[in-house]
């Protein structure tokens, strides 16, 4: 069960550097951050099965059904459920006008950059183009953030396993260190019957 568990950490570390790097990319503020904690998590929840801490298994686990909740958002961002927009900047924290990596670097897009029209100034920004998208960006969002719940409910199942594997050898340990009515006559009749044996012997 460790190494299972040891496993799907190792695997979601891998797929959440992978997604915070296209989140840079993109300049997606509020997704980096989640990213970053994520990270911080996984790397505890692998700790704590290494080292046998439930205790830090059981954060990760609380984690997991957070970072879905969280996903389950991003999902329902891109496909605009519940007047939600995927052209707000509402996962930039309005600091920038980004948007997603792969709205302009999907696979089979075409960007095209043209001049602004008018007067022309260091400020002016150029109109882009994006053309021949074989799968559109927010669909793209999306299967990262299915893919991530996926994995992630998998890592919570592992993680509550485990949990319940430890408690349980902890318990049995207790019970048969805690109840044993005999450890001091074990100790003790060995060394009575070596000193009664020359006794013995010499009557």
């Not at 052209?87 to 990596?101: G, K, M, P, Q, R």
């Not at 430890?166 to 100790?187: K, N, R």
Request: charged share 15%; hydrophobic share 50%; aromatic share 18%.
């Amino acid at each position: 069960a460790c190494w299972g568990l040891t496993l799907v950490l190792s695997f979601l570390q891998l797929a959440a550097l992978e997604r915070q790097v296209f989140d840079f990319l993109g300049y997606q503020w509020a997704p980096i951050l989640c990213n970053f904690f994520h990270i911080i998590i996984v790397i505890l929840g692998l700790f704590g099965t290494i080292q046998y801490r439930p205790r830090y298994i059981i954060v990760y686990a609380i984690w997991a059904a957070l970072w879905v909740t969280w996903n389950v958002f991003i999902i329902c961002f891109y496909l605009e459920v519940g007047g939600l927009s995927k052209e707000s900047d509402l996962l930039t924290f309005n600091i920038s006008a980004h948007h997603s990596w792969w709205s302009e670097h999907g696979p089979g897009c075409v960007r095209k950059e043209m001049p602004a029209t008018g007067v022309k100034s260091f400020d002016s920004q150029s109109y882009i183009s994006v053309m021949g998208c074989m799968v559109e960006y927010q669909y793209i969002e999306v299967m990262h953030s299915a893919f991530q719940i996926l994995i992630a409910l998998v890592g919570f199942v592992y993680a509550c396993y485990v949990v319940s594997a430890f408690t349980e050898e902890e318990d049995s340990f207790d019970f048969i260190g805690g109840f044993d009515p005999f450890p001091l006559y074990h100790v003790n009749e060995k060394p009575s019957h070596l000193l009664l044996k020359p006794m013995y012997l010499s009557s």
